[in-house]
Every structure is written in C-alpha cells, then in structure tokens.
C-alpha cells in the first residue's frame, strides 16, 4: 500500500460517520482534494486536506487563513465553504463538487474563447471579487486554475493567500511568492504597497487578455521573465477585430496600467465597463454602430422658465436619431444627467463609451427661436458639422428634423426610407404639447401619486382637444401603468383606459410596435410570459433602443426563468441608458435574482429618495443577512404618499422583528395587489417564511408561479428565506412546476439571444 492509499484510508476512518471518502480528486503545493459522500445530507462533496509533511506553521497559517476567510464570504460565484475541522492531526474544509472544469481546462482545450463567452466570465468573476472587496478582502492569486465553471456558473476559488483587511501579517517572506506569474500585479512584486481590490482587477485584466488571445499578455518561458515584463513592458494589443475590438482592448489595457490609481476605480466599474462594450449591436450593413450623446441642449432665453423648450428639443433628437440602427444613441435620462457638468468632451464620451457629441443652444424671444448646434468627434475635437436655424416656435420639430437629418449625413449613414420616414412624422401636435409631454416623462420615475395623476389629468386635456397622437397614447398608457405599479391604485379603470390607449394607437398606426410595447409592460406582472413575448414582437419591430422596453424586457426575461436573455437586453440598455432608471432599476432585478444582494442593495441606493426605494433597499439587505442594515434603510422612509410600498414597508420591518402578529395583519393590506402581482405574492411569501409561517409562504409562492413567475434556481439556491421550506414535498413540487415553465420558455429566449448576439 501507498502512502497515498495508506493516507486515504486513515483519513476516510477519522470522518466515519460524516463523509466516506471515495477517491483522490488532485492535489496542490499543500492539500489534496478527495471526492467524498456527505452521510448526513446524502450528497457529493469535496474534501480539502493538508497532507502530511506540509505541516509547517506557515503551511498551517495559510490553510487556516483560507478556511477563515472562505466562511465569511457569501457569494453565488465564490465557491462556498460547507464545513471545516481537523482530524488524525490534519486540517480540512468541505465545499461542493463542481460540475464542470477549471477555466484552465477549457483553455488549454479550447484556446482562445469568442468575446461574449470570455466577457461573460470575466464580468462574472468581476462581481464575486468586487463582494470579496466589500468585505475586506484582496483574493491575490486571480488565475484561470482558480476560476472554476460549474453548470454555466464562474465561480472564485481558493482564496488562500488573500488579504484581510486590517491584518498586517504577511503569511509567507517573500511577496512575488504570493500569486502567479502570469498574472500577478506589479504592487504584488515590488511589496512598495499592500496590494488592494486594483490588484485582482490586473489579475483579471491578465486571464480576460488570455481568453481572447489564447494567451497570456506576457507568455514568458521563465517565472523570471514573465515577472520583470510586469514590471517593465506595456501589454500587446488585443488583435481581434470588429465592433468590440477596441473597447475591449482599451479596458485590458486600463486595468494591466502599472500604476493602479490608472485602472478602474474597482472591480464593478470594470464588469460594468466589459458589458457595455459587449452591448452594442452591428448596424444592418454589418459596421458597427457609431456611439454618439446628444448633451442637453442650453437655455440661452432670458426667461428661466423657457428651460423646457431647449429639454423638449433634446429629448425629440435623441427620439429621432435613435431610430436609426447605424446610431447607437444614449437616453435622454442620462444625457440630461451631464447638464451643467464640468467634465471635458473626452471625458463625458469615455464615460459613455461613445466617440461623438452633439451639442447646441436655444434662445427663445416671444415667438422668435434661434437654435445652433454642432457635432463634433471627441477623440480629434474636431467639429464635423454645425449649423444655426431661425424661426418662430411652431418651427421647432421643423428644425428637430434638419438637425437629425445632418447628423446622419456628417456620420456618412445611409438611411432607409423607413428612417427618412421616421424623422419626418410629426409625433406631437404642438409645442404646448411637447411642454406638458416633457413634465410626464418626469412624473413617470417620480415614484410619486400626485405627479402622476396630474400628468394624467393634463395629457388627457391635450389629448381631447388636439385628437389622437400615437407619443400622446404611449404615454399615458405608461403613466397609468404606474400607477398600479407603484401601488397608487387597484382600480381597473387604469387598465381599461389602457387597452382603449392601445386599441387607438393600433387604429392610428395599424401594426405600430408600440402597441405591442405598451401591451407588455402594462400586462407584465399579471402575466409576464405573454408580456415578454408582446416586448420580442415590438423589439423585433424596430424598437430596439428604447429604454423602458429594454428595462423592462431584461426584468422579464429573468423572471421567466432566462437570465441570459435578461443580462444581454440588460447590457444593450446600459449601453444607452447607464444613468437612468430603468437600467438601475433591471441592474437591480438582474442582481438580486442570481443571489447577488449586495450588488442589488447598490443598484437601489442610486434610485431617487422614495418609498419604493426604501423598500427595495431594506428588501435587498435582509436577503444578505444584514438585518440591521435593513432595518436602518426601513428607517429611511420619506414622508407623504406612499400607497403600496409603504404597506411593504411596514410589512418587512414587522417581519425583521418578528412580530407575527403584525405581519399577519399588514400582509391583508398587500393581498389586493398581490393577487395579481406575482412580486408582490413572492414579497408575502418571503415575509411569512421569515417569521415561520411554513403555510401562508407556500401559498403565496405557489401563486407566483401560477401566474408565470419561473424562478427555480433562485427559490432552491439563492433565496435565503425560503431555507426552512426546500425539505417540504409542497415547496418541492412549487420548484418543479417553476422549472417545467422555464424549460417551455427557453427555446424561443435562447433565439432571441442569438439574435441579439
């Protein structure tokens, strides 16, 4: 017998009666790994065990230090730590059995990956470590053997020569022994600085650069070499070509700067950065879209007020041009977000990832109106076109035209008679109308009762004297959807006067993919899998850069069970809309729903102060265990209006206390709306489990699902609430009912990705 085998054996009667030991797995510098049986929960695992003559007090330190700071991080792509302890004078931890490889293995098998895969696991990795920060802790040895992909996942492992923050214990000598060659970051080599989060984003710069090109960026022969050209050298460029190319080389390049203070400021602003070069689409001809930010346009009247004139000229260009498919063209929320900036040109379009700006004036003197504007290319500063219009009021979507029409010809875009035509249309009647237009938009994400009504109210005037206008109907169909949404109301008077809006629109302009838009977002918490299909035909249709159908086709197709259909219409919308609220809003659900709370508390912090903030924010909290934290958030709460989600918030701060009682009473408030709101129901059914109210959880679950909520993944792996339920045969048959819904949608979401892709 081996010493190996002798081992084993000792080993497998030290744990009898907590795992029976089966095989080697591998082994590293100081551990091996054994594939053993968990006895008591009848499932697979794999054991880490210090093997003997590796039991220096170094060695002894550095596996502690691991299985210290494994148990702290609660991540759904940082592999996680079952059970650790000691037995026959070895060390061991217990984590899961992955179902997959190592990203090593599939590199040497594969080379290089396709930009979507590679950009795919980066930002992936990209989040876990960004959530290890968080909590203080700086992994080191960021490498392709330490990245593993288990059932579609990436997951981070071995963290055992990370750093903690507040502890100034070096566990080994020598820093360059601390990390990888290949990968490692010059701070870690000089040991001039206690390395931080920007030394794992230059590891990860290292592997993305190696999933691309199949190599490393320095692919020395020696670990001599490699480390001196970590020190020295500049990286290669990337050589891919096409649309994501560059952008995808100017991020390597960012995060493999020398000096980290020249990379991302973290590793969120990283993944955030690769998903938005990854997010743009060709244009039809096959060349890639040109990025470009109409920024709000200047007031130059006397008159304060005459402000909406220039915001109303903005938001109707940036409507035009996003009509055409060779233009990638960001929202009007977050243009309007760099009104009054101090930022450079260059600055504003490094942000947005886009090479060109368009930027004017309007001065308005009684009925007199003066326009100029000028585009110009931010990375010469060259000014490409300019031009000034006069003219009285009436004349401004005359000069919203000319003005979208140049663009097009300085950018050399060949439009189609279908984007000429498209330009042309007269959407509003007048410039009144436009004025009252403007206002609604911003009662639409004031998460408030009053604005909306009365955006209603004054639309509903435009309307009846002007006549019907397909912007005017879409609108209001909007503004009233919220006001169900937010809770203001449950009357069905909203949703008849929705479908009336909608029968108007489609006699207006018989076909319009507006009328599928308006039906899907409207109907999306009744029945979210008919909703998501009306959002496809209207993106099939041509609205292809509109936020709120972005938004709110992403959320959607996570709730019905295809989160990577969700992530990429998600990408598209943070490629024109990374400020606004409908990306925080589906950054939020994309995030919360794959178990990343505390990536989904951040997404709720940059909404506007509201109830519905509040409540978002103390819900994502209590899903990453920090209750006191919740609860403080809860605290939060402005005061006024605030319809449902205060009855939410009463909800769940009652439920964090545990005053059953309360719960039981407030929870018949939120029962009217969550009838027919499968969040809502998933809301009731997270609270009543939290306060051990096994019956009421499963009811309202099951009801989610019902009305076609299909989350399996998240009610059996992500969910922290529903622990106490996953033995129950009810809950489990919950789950399958889920996943049946999810099988039967996946074929058409995964043509719809590869449509987008």
Same mark, same amino acid.
């Given at each position: 017998?081996?010493?190996?085998?002798?081992?084993?054996?000792?080993?497998? %009667?030290?744990?009898?009666?907590?795992?029976?030991?089966?095989?080697?797995?591998?082994?590293?510098?100081?551990?091996? *790994?054994?594939?053993?049986?968990?006895?008591?929960?009848?499932?697979?695992?794999?054991?880490? =065990?210090?093997?003997?003559?590796?039991? $220096?007090?170094?060695?002894?330190?550095?596996?502690?230090?691991?299985?210290?700071?494994?148990?702290?991080?609660?991540?759904?792509?940082?592999?996680?730590?079952?059970?650790?302890?000691?037995?026959?004078?070895?060390?061991?931890?217990?984590?899961?059995?992955? %179902?997959?490889?190592?990203?090593?293995?599939?590199?040497?098998?594969?080379?290089?990956? $396709?930009?979507?895969?590679? !950009?795919?696991?980066?930002?992936?990795?990209?989040?876990?470590?960004?959530?290890?920060?968080?909590?203080?802790?700086?992994?080191?040895?960021?490498?392709? $053997?330490?990245?593993?992909?288990?059932?579609?996942?990436?997951?981070?492992?071995?963290?055992?020569?990370?750093?903690?923050?507040?502890?100034?214990?070096? &566990?080994?000598?020598?820093?360059?022994?601390?990390?990888?060659?290949?990968?490692?970051?010059?701070?870690?080599?000089?040991?001039?600085?206690?390395?931080?989060?920007?030394?794992?984003?230059?590891?990860?710069?290292?592997?993305?650069?190696?999933?691309?090109?199949?190599?490393?960026?320095?692919?020395?022969?020696?670990?001599?070499?490699? &480390?001196?050209?970590?020190?020295?050298?500049?990286?290669?460029?990337?050589?891919?070509?096409?649309?994501?190319?560059? %952008?995808?080389?100017?991020?390597?390049?960012?995060?493999? @700067?020398?000096?980290?203070?020249?990379?991302?400021?973290?590793?969120?602003?990283?993944?955030?950065? *690769?998903?938005?070069?990854?997010?743009?689409?060709?244009?039809?001809? !096959?060349?890639?879209?040109?990025?470009? =930010?109409?920024?709000?346009?200047?007031?130059?009247?006397?008159?304060?007020?005459?402000?909406?004139? $220039?915001?109303?000229?903005?938001?109707?260009?940036?409507?035009?041009?996003?009509?055409?498919?060779?233009?990638?063209?960001?929202?009007?929320?977050?243009?309007?977000?760099?009104?009054?900036?101090?930022?450079?040109?260059?600055?504003?379009?490094?942000? &947005?990832?886009?090479?060109?700006?368009?930027?004017?004036?309007?001065?308005?003197?009684?009925?007199?109106?003066?326009?100029?504007?000028?585009?110009?290319?931010?990375?010469?500063?060259?000014?490409?076109?300019?031009?000034?219009?006069?003219?009285?009021?009436?004349?401004?979507?005359?000069?919203?035209?000319?003005?979208?029409?140049?663009?097009?010809?300085? &950018?050399?875009?060949?439009?189609?008679?279908?984007?000429?035509?498209?330009?042309?249309?007269?959407?509003?009647?007048?410039?009144?109308?436009?004025?009252?237009?403007?206002? @609604?938009?911003?009662?639409?994400?004031?998460?408030?009762?009053?604005?909306?009504?009365?955006?209603?109210?004054?639309?509903?005037?435009?309307?009846?004297?002007?006549?019907?206008?397909?912007?005017?109907?879409?609108?209001?169909?909007?503004?009233?959807?919220?006001?169900?949404?937010?809770?203001?109301?449950?009357?069905?008077?909203?949703?008849?006067?929705?479908?009336?809006?909608?029968?108007?629109?489609? %006699?207006?302009?018989?076909?319009?993919?507006?009328?599928?838009?308006?039906?899907?977002?409207?109907?999306?918490?009744?029945?979210?899998?008919?909703?998501?299909?009306?959002?496809?035909?209207?993106?099939?249709?041509?609205?292809?850069?509109?936020?709120? =159908?972005?938004?709110?086709?992403?959320?959607?197709?996570?709730?019905?069970?295809?989160?990577?259909?969700?992530?990429?219409?998600?990408?598209?919308?943070?490629?024109?809309?990374?400020?606004?609220?409908?990306?925080?809003?589906?950054?939020?659900?994309?995030?919360?729903?794959?178990?990343?709370?505390?990536?989904?508390?951040?997404?709720?912090?940059?909404?506007?102060?509201?109830?519905?903030?509040?409540?978002?924010?103390?819900?994502?909290?209590?899903?990453?265990?920090?209750?006191?934290?919740?609860?403080?958030?809860?605290?939060?709460?402005?005061?006024?209006?605030?319809?449902?989600?205060?009855?939410? *918030?009463?909800?769940?701060?009652?439920?964090?206390?545990?005053?059953?009682?309360?719960?039981?009473?407030?929870?018949?408030?939120?029962?009217?709306?969550?009838?027919?709101?499968?969040?809502?129901?998933?809301?009731?059914?997270?609270?009543?489990?939290?306060?051990?109210?096994?019956?009421?959880?499963?009811?309202?679950?099951?009801?989610?699902?019902?009305?076609?909520?299909?989350?399996?993944?998240?009610?059996?792996?992500?969910?922290?609430?529903?622990?106490?339920?996953?033995?129950?045969?009810?809950?489990?048959?919950?789950?399958?009912?889920?996943?049946?819904?999810?099988?039967?949608?996946?074929?058409?979401?995964?043509?719809?990705?590869?449509?987008?892709?």
């Amino acid at each position: 017998m081996t010493d190996s085998q002798h081992h084993t054996q000792r080993l497998d %009667a030290a744990l009898a009666g907590r795992y029976k030991i089966e095989r080697k797995l591998g082994e590293g510098g100081m551990a091996s *790994v054994y594939l053993a049986e968990d006895v008591k929960h009848e499932r697979m695992v794999a054991v880490k =065990v210090v093997r003997p003559g590796t039991m $220096s007090s170094e060695g002894l330190g550095r596996f502690r230090a691991e299985i210290r700071t494994t148990a702290t991080l609660n991540h759904p792509n940082i592999l996680p730590l079952f059970d650790s302890g000691e037995v026959d004078g070895s060390l061991f931890y217990v984590m899961p059995v992955i %179902a997959g490889e190592s990203l090593r293995q599939r590199l040497d098998r594969e080379g290089a990956l $396709s930009s979507l895969e590679a !950009g795919r696991i980066a930002t992936a990795a990209a989040r876990a470590l960004a959530y290890a920060h968080d909590q203080g802790v700086v992994h080191r040895d960021v490498k392709p $053997s330490n990245l593993l992909l288990h059932v579609g996942e990436t997951m981070v492992a071995d963290f055992g020569i990370s750093l903690v923050r507040g502890s100034d214990q070096r &566990l080994t000598a020598t820093g360059y022994s601390l990390g990888t060659p290949h990968y490692i970051s010059p701070e870690q080599i000089e040991e001039t600085r206690d390395p931080d989060g920007r030394s794992d984003q230059y590891s990860l710069g290292c592997v993305l650069f190696e999933m691309l090109e199949g190599h490393p960026p320095f692919p020395k022969r020696s670990a001599h070499a490699a &480390l001196a050209a970590h020190m020295t050298q500049s990286p290669p460029h990337l050589t891919g070509s096409g649309p994501q190319g560059a %952008a995808l080389d100017a991020i390597v390049r960012r995060a493999l @700067a020398k000096d980290p203070d020249a990379r991302f400021p973290s590793m969120t602003a990283f993944a955030g950065a *690769v998903e938005a070069a990854l997010a743009p689409a060709p244009a039809p001809d !096959g060349a890639p879209r040109r990025g470009l =930010v109409v920024l709000p346009f200047t007031n130059m009247s006397p008159d304060p007020d005459d402000a909406y004139f $220039s915001d109303g000229l903005t938001e109707e260009v940036i409507a035009d041009l996003s009509r055409i498919r060779g233009l990638r063209v960001i929202s009007r929320t977050t243009a309007m977000q760099y009104r009054a900036t101090s930022l450079r040109l260059s600055q504003i379009a490094e942000e &947005l990832n886009v090479r060109f700006a368009l930027e004017g004036g309007v001065r308005k003197a009684g009925s007199r109106l003066r326009v100029s504007a000028q585009l110009i290319d931010t990375r010469s500063e060259q000014h490409l076109w300019s031009e000034k219009y006069d003219g009285v009021v009436d004349d401004i979507f005359e000069i919203q035209d000319r003005v979208s029409s140049a663009i097009a010809d300085a &950018l050399s875009i060949v439009l189609t008679p279908e984007e000429k035509q498209a330009i042309q249309d007269r959407r509003l009647p007048d410039a009144e109308a436009l004025r009252l237009y403007m206002e @609604a938009r911003h009662a639409v994400w004031s998460w408030s009762e009053g604005p909306l009504m009365g955006a209603i109210a004054e639309l509903e005037h435009v309307l009846a004297e002007q006549g019907d206008h397909l912007q005017l109907l879409r609108g209001l169909a909007y503004l009233r959807w919220q006001v169900l949404n937010m809770g203001f109301s449950s009357d069905p008077v909203h949703l008849q006067a929705i479908d009336d809006y909608v029968r108007r629109m489609e %006699a207006l302009e018989p076909g319009t993919p507006w009328a599928a838009a308006m039906t899907g977002i409207t109907r999306l918490f009744r029945d979210p899998e008919r909703s998501v299909l009306n959002l496809l035909e209207a993106w099939h249709g041509g609205i292809r850069d509109d936020p709120d =159908v972005l938004g709110w086709l992403a959320a959607g197709c996570v709730w019905i069970g295809h989160a990577e259909a969700g992530e990429r219409f998600a990408a598209e919308l943070v490629a024109i809309d990374p400020q606004g609220d409908s990306a925080i809003v589906a950054g939020n659900v994309l995030a919360f729903y794959r178990g990343r709370f505390a990536d989904a508390s951040e997404f709720a912090r940059k909404l506007s102060d509201s109830w519905f903030k509040v409540v978002l924010l103390g819900w994502c909290e209590a899903a990453a265990g920090n209750e006191r934290a919740a609860l403080s958030a809860l605290d939060g709460a402005p005061a006024g209006e605030g319809g449902q989600a205060r009855v939410m *918030v009463d909800l769940l701060r009652a439920a964090l206390e545990h005053r059953v009682d309360v719960v039981s009473a407030v929870a018949n408030e939120l029962a009217p709306f969550a009838t027919n709101d499968f969040v809502d129901a998933m809301f009731l059914g997270d609270v009543f489990a939290m306060v051990g109210d096994r019956a009421m959880a499963l009811r309202w679950l099951r009801h989610a699902v019902e009305m076609g909520c299909f989350l399996p993944d998240f009610f059996v792996r992500y969910n922290p609430f529903l622990a106490g339920l996953r033995d129950d045969p009810e809950f489990q048959s919950i789950v399958e009912q889920a996943r049946r819904g999810a099988v039967r949608v996946r074929p058409q979401m995964d043509r719809t990705v590869a449509e987008i892709e």
